[in-house]
């Protein structure tokens, strides 16, 4: 089965409990990438205070407490597509490494406020995880454009599917997108797995 993420989503945030249960349940989950919204500059976009935003990372937040999930409110919404090649070369050349460079992005982003636009910030993480070496070397193979043709490979295999927004996952013949309440996702998911 498959997830996709993108990590400015607030949903797919609040949503990580679905995957972490569905591997908690022994199911083999792919992570790939969903860039959500491509029209964000890359400065990325503000948040302005009492927008229609601030009632969304509220709802957020309450999902985020309930999950036991860290939390806070960003001030910005990077644009995502560098972070998100980065993390598709990631995938495919060091998957061991993958969950937990995964875990450390989405801190950055959600708990961190530190800037996923900033190409010096995702090198960090990667190279934290991976060594300064290797890090450079997934940041040249993004350079290179692989990145972007894993990114691609990876929407149009969502689309495929169904999944056209984040969070979203493929379970057998399941496309399950959005966040859903805990139960609901379990149920579903149970069903097509043959859970009791």
Known sequence: MTAW??????????????TEWLRAKGAEVELRFYELHPEIGPTGRPLRPGGRLDRVYDHIAEECATAGLDFTK?????????????MEVVGRD?????????????????????????RRVVGSIV????????????????????????????????????VTATPGWRIGELTITGLHPSEQFQRWASRILGLQ
């Not at 993420?5 to 679905?18: G, K, M, Q, V």
């Not at 060091?94 to 900033?118: F, Y």
Request: glycine share 6%; hydrophobic share 40%.
């Open 5 to 18: 993420n993108d990590y400015i989503c607030p949903w797919a945030y609040a949503a990580r409990p679905r």
């Open 74 to 86: 960003p001030t910005r919404t990077p644009n995502s597509r560098y972070c998100l090649e980065t």
């Open 94 to 118: 060091h998957p061991d490494a993958l969950l937990t460079i995964d875990e450390a992005i989405a801190r950055a982003q959600w708990v961190e406020g530190r800037a996923l636009d900033d």
């Open 127 to 162: 190279a934290e995880v991976l060594g300064r070496r290797s890090a450079a070397r997934v940041a040249e193979l993004v350079s290179d454009g692989q990145g972007d043709a894993l990114l691609t490979a990876s929407r149009n295999a969502a689309l495929e599917v169904g």
